[in-house]
DNA sequence: TGTACATCAGTGAACGCGCGTTCACTGATGTAC
DNA sequence: TGTACATCAGTGAACGCGCGTTCACTGATGTAC
């Protein structure tokens, strides 16, 4: 009982290791065969290890998927704050930026995108503790309005009032971004940025699910003529 | 050989019948587990008859997912068509009244949604007789377009310049819809419209999908918004 | 109208497969004295 | 530093399951004369 934390166990280390490799191999094959088709064995066995062996690391398939889903949510969500948080740009620039960050990853990645943004597993219930990595994109960008959008802009311009439920619901998110203080962010600029938001991934997943098939794939022009108007409608 | 067409003999009508139910039945399964865990035994099971029976109505289960496919997109894609042909309305209630049916139609029917909108089913590859029917909800929304947009409100307004590849892929789908004749719709309007195409989608998708849940969920109110300022984006 | 033959729907058994998970076990790694 | 005991990683066999698809068959429905 009570063994150090700095200097840890070869068993420790070991454990560690095989835990992240377990994943990683659960990660190709994820892109191999897609999250429905993943399984146990087949990782186990690549592996070289029998397949009970597993469940010393992950106590069920379902416990590792919900690690992949972390994983992915972490990794575009880093690749987003990155891209929206570069001090050096323009709120434009970092916009744009931020929008190509998460289209080339999801690209990159395409099954781990779906497994997140497409259909939900069938029988998978998400648990708790995906919320948080699920929400570093979104308040990324929420961070990035309000980091640029003045205030006269973001409350203007076209389109309808934000009241009501609406405004309610903003004023929750707004808290997520600035703690429960102060909210920094006009309910408009949130609402224009969920919207955006939806938009993004909207044209990411018609062009990876095939729904520009022989229309506007390849998207890369159209992805960009919706970036430049989405900025302009943010007022960035 | 040569039996008469306009009467049927009863086996035909069987036939014809009990191709019906399997697919009523399988529809039913889809809603229930999803289209990855759908099984033709227990279509079969359900039905009372045997797995193998079904191979007398469809080749494969590929076949049969196929057949699922083509009358999800029928059923949106006449929803679709029926909101926005409507003579009676303006064009803007045309547009909002496609838009609020197309989303009633999937939060009726979610697992049909996912099958046609979400990640596509893992080694399944579509067949050409699916681009057809996936082709009618955004052929009737340009079609409003076409019908609605003043050529001067279209192609102005605020937004990026429309050329190069993508005034090129425009100009491939309006032939779509005028015939190869004329192009009706100009490009601007085009892109626009497929934008907003792109949004709607978007929207019922992170509804559907659970991508708003701790925000803006339920959706009804940005669903709204949304689409008011949509409509303002596409002159109606 | 009645009979001989052809078509075809549905049966039941089987093939061969892979899956998630449990469990008693062995042997190596770690800990306490 | 050395020994006795506890922990835990990985094994191998097994349980029980469901799947898609094939195939030889029987019996009912249809057709030609």
Chains 1, 2 share one sequence.
Not at 1 to 29: F, M, P
Not at 90 to 114: F, N, Q, V
Not at 134 to 152: I, M, Q, S
Not at 205 to 228: H, K, T
Request: hydrophobic residues 45%.
């Amino acid at each position: 009982v009570g063994q150090g934390n700095a200097s840890q166990t070869a068993r420790e280390r070991a454990r560690a290791e095989l835990t992240r490799e377990i994943k990683e191999e659960a990660r190709r094959q994820l892109a191999r065969v897609g999250a429905a088709a993943l399984s146990l064995r087949s990782v186990a066995r690549e592996l070289g290890m029998v397949s009970s062996a597993l469940y010393r690391y992950y106590p069920s398939k379902e416990d590792l998927l919900t690690a992949l889903i972390i994983d992915a949510y972490n990794a575009v969500g880093e690749v987003a704050e990155e891209a929206a948080g570069l001090a050096s740009a323009s709120p434009r620039e970092r916009w744009l930026g931020a929008c190509r960050a998460i289209r080339d990853w999801a690209r990159a990645h395409p099954h781990e995108y779906a497994l997140i943004y497409g259909s939900p597993v069938p029988g998978y219930q998400a648990p708790e503790a995906t919320i948080g990595p699920g929400g570093r994109v979104p308040l990324a960008l929420v961070g990035l309005l309000r980091d640029a959008a003045p205030p006269e802009v973001a409350r203007g311009g076209a389109g309808p009032r934000v009241d009501g439920v609406l405004a309610a619901q903003a004023a929750v998110v707004a808290g997520l971004v600035t703690g429960p203080a102060g909210a920094a962010v006009p309910p408009e600029a949130l609402v224009r940025g969920a919207l955006a938001w939806t938009q993004l991934f909207g044209l990411i997943s018609f062009e990876l699910f095939g729904q520009y098939a022989g229309s506007f794939d390849p998207a890369e022009e159209l992805f960009e003529f919706a970036l430049a108007q989405m900025a302009s409608a943010l007022g960035l």
